[in-house]
Nanobody
Framework: QVQFVESGGGLVQPGGSLRLSCATS????????MGWYRQAPGKQRELVAS???????NYADSVKGRFTISRDNAKKTTYLQMNNLKLEDTAVYYC???????????WGQGTQVTVSS
């Protein structure tokens, strides 16, 4: 069973920064398409950013220019650098990794990000 473990969440003021990490002990990390999702109270889970196996990235319009997704295959870790955080970025952030045909994906347990003054 593949496991992803997030870390790096916390409380930050508007305009501040956080870096989330998602690590796995699995040996096939470099073959996974990785994504960060978030879910705010009362809202559906939404894709924030994704990164393919060759490093191509995709962002939700709401975070473009503020968030950066990256991966370090040697460390089996995906990162989400979040800058200029806004109140509306408050949510539980989840890491997701998927691969294969048929597609199979796995979720982390989530990490809370709270933006508040």
């Amino acid at each position: 069973q593949v496991q992803f473990v997030e870390s790096g969440g916390g409380l930050v003021q508007p305009g501040g920064s956080l870096r989330l990490s998602c690590a796995t002990s699995g040996s096939l990390f470099s073959f996974y398409v990785m994504g960060w999702y978030r879910q705010a109270p009362g809202k559906q889970r939404e894709l924030v950013a994704s990164i393919t196996t060759d490093g191509s990235t995709n962002y939700a319009d709401s975070v473009k220019g503020r968030f950066t997704i990256s991966r370090d295959n040697a460390k089996k870790t995906t990162y989400l650098q979040m800058n200029n955080l806004k109140l509306e970025d408050t949510a539980v952030y989840y890491c997701n990794g998927g691969r294969g045909s048929p597609w199979r994906d796995y979720w982390g347990q989530g990490t809370q990000v709270t933006v508040s003054s």
